[in-house]
């Protein structure tokens, strides 16, 4: 069994605890990620409802699941989970990120259990999900291998982990780093570091390891011309998301 606080980096924590008053904000620090919401929602919401058979025009089709959020940040995805009939978790080692989370819940009338604790510590706390979203968190650990195998011992029998990140090669840092963080400024420069992004193959190999099923994966495409995102099947070269199920 991990023990808590393997895998954290408390030097990425720290970027991000910085930068927590600012989840909320459309044109602050997290613009990249409202921008990439609506399309990151509609994988969630499809590989869910295919999942477990879900008809997503009912009001709350994930009612009866309970779900991780797992580097919750300020609430971007476990609110809208919530809204869609999901118990929701939101965890996240930035202590700063959760009082904004559950300030900004209570306005919106949703009751979301935010916790400030990390994947390993909840599995050791023996607790257990039909779902965990792992969104934009694994190219910030320490130790990637033992994160993941920590989110499928907090997956019951059946359950699905969405896992979305950032693949390593050239087109990635020029879009990721110098882009976003030099010439858009849409992030501070040093949120990420490329050396820690995660290739597909590489990704898929540390899902089977840890025991989970890899079942698809597709690419987050920005276009600058309409500035908007999509999912495409064949373009994973930059931002790209996984689904994979526990046996």
């Known amino acids: 069994m991990q023990t808590a606080q393997t895998t954290v980096d408390p030097a990425e924590v720290a970027k991000f605890e910085a930068m927590a008053a600012e989840w909320w904000d459309l044109n602050?620090?997290?613009?990249?990620?409202?921008?990439?919401?609506?399309c990151r929602l509609d994988y969630i919401t499809q590989q869910i409802a295919a999942e477990f058979d879900r008809d997503?025009?009912?009001?709350?089709?994930?009612?009866?699941?309970?779900?991780?959020?797992?580097?919750?940040?300020?609430?971007?995805?476990?609110?809208?989970?919530?809204?869609?009939?999901?118990?929701?978790?939101?965890a996240d080692a930035a202590a700063g990120n959760i009082p904004v989370a559950q300030v900004h819940a209570e306005q919106q009338g949703l009751n979301i259990d935010y916790r400030n604790i990390t994947a390993e510590a909840l599995a050791a706390a023996g607790e257990q999900f039909d779902v965990v979203l792992n969104?934009?968190?694994?190219?910030?650990?320490?130790?990637?291998?033992a994160y993941?195998?920590?989110?499928?011992?907090?997956?019951?029998?059946?359950?699905?982990m969405?896992?979305?990140?950032?693949?390593?090669?050239?087109?990635?840092?020029?879009?990721?780093i110098v882009g976003a963080e030099h010439v858009m400024r849409w992030l501070p420069k040093g949120t990420h570091e490329w050396h820690k992004f995660i290739t597909p193959d590489e990704l898929c190999a540390l899902i089977e390891t840890a025991g989970l099923r890899p079942v698809d994966r597709k690419g987050f495409v920005f276009n600058p011309i309409a500035w908007s995102w999509s999912l495409s099947d064949r373009d994973l070269s930059v931002n790209y998301v996984t689904a994979s199920v526990k046996p």
Not at 61 to 89: Q, W
Not at 162 to 176: D, G, Q, V, Y
């Open 28 to 38: 602050g620090k997290f613009k990249p990620l409202h921008m990439l919401n609506p």
């Open 56 to 90: 997503l025009t009912d009001s709350r089709p994930f009612d009866g699941l309970r779900l991780l959020d797992i580097g919750c940040g300020g609430g971007l995805l476990s609110e809208p989970m919530a809204r869609l009939g999901a118990t929701v978790v939101g």
């Open 135 to 145: 969104m934009e968190v694994v190219e910030h650990v320490a130790d990637p291998q």
């Open 148 to 160: 993941i195998s920590a989110c499928e011992n907090l997956l019951k029998p059946g359950g699905l």
């Open 162 to 176: 969405i896992c979305s990140t950032i693949n390593r090669n050239p087109k990635s840092f020029m879009m990721a």
